[in-house]
């Protein structure tokens, strides 16, 4: 099956530094991309959309120049936390979309886990 | 807009038990369906998904899902709890023909299993 990759699985930060964490397709090519945030015990809640060579499409209320999203390539997207406070601690996960295909099936990768001091 | 509502944050189950999760979605039209499992600390890992067909879907497993267009419905189950089983289980949605779009996610439901 499709596999999604996430790098780093842990980082740990001090407030005010920023972070950057990768997303890739390792099998296929993903036009687009995704990014959720997962506070302990809850659910999933989506960030945003990062589409390859074009800017990313935020949800309503996060924001846009704190969570810089960057789709270079088509196997490669990358979520930068800006000057990151305790607060962004959280659990990060993207997902690729395989449009190749018949199913049109979004692959979720591990998960990035960030604690900010 | 979609939403999923998880009834029970919290399931047990005794090893052996039938395992029922339940999922209601709310669509102006039925859109595709997933049940994801998360265990700790890791990603998501699709069990199955109902996008058009026949409305019982096998997954990985031993778990199945069976969509009720009537009861806006698509509750999980399994015949027979492993240990194994324990972990966070997310229902979701997408509306259809958005591929673009990402998932809407219920709360979850933690599925315990007791010895």
């Known amino acids: 099956g499709a596999v999604v990759s996430q790098h780093p699985s842990r980082v740990i930060c001090k407030s005010g530094t920023s972070v950057k964490i990768e997303c890739r397709s390792l099998d296929f090519q993903a036009t687009t991309m995704f990014w959720y945030r997962q506070f302990p015990k809850q659910s999933l809640m989506l960030m945003a959309t990062?589409?390859?060579?074009?800017?990313?499409?935020?949800e309503q209320g996060v924001e846009k120049d704190k969570f810089l999203i960057n789709h270079a390539s088509l196997t490669l997207s990358t979520l930068t936390v800006t000057s990151a406070h305790p607060e962004d601690s959280s659990f990060y996960i993207c997902?690729?979309?395989?449009?190749?295909?018949?199913?049109?099936?979004?692959?979720f990768g591990p998960g990035t886990r960030l604690t900010v001091l | 807009a979609q939403s999923v509502t998880q009834l029970g944050s919290h399931v047990s189950v005794s090893e052996g038990a039938l395992v029922l999760l339940r999922c209601n979605y709310s669509s102006s039209v039925p859109p595709y369906l997933f049940w994801y499992v998360q265990y700790p600390n890791q990603g998501l890992q699709l069990l199955l998904k109902?996008?058009?067909?026949?409305?019982l879907v096998k997954g990985i497993n031993g778990f199945e899902a069976e969509f009720k267009k009537s009861e806006t419905s698509f509750h999980l189950t399994k015949p027979s709890a492993h240990m194994s089983d324990a972990a966070e289980y997310f229902c979701?949605?997408?509306?259809?023909?958005?591929?673009?779009?990402?998932?809407?996610f219920g709360k979850g439901t933690h599925l315990i299993i007791q010895p």
């Open positions: 997902s690729a979309r395989d449009s190749g295909g018949l199913t049109d099936t979004q692959y």
């Open positions: 990062s589409n390859e060579g074009s800017k990313a499409t935020y």
């Open positions: 109902y996008t058009t067909g026949a409305t």
């Open positions: 979701a949605v997408r509306k259809r023909g958005g591929g673009a779009d990402g998932l809407t």
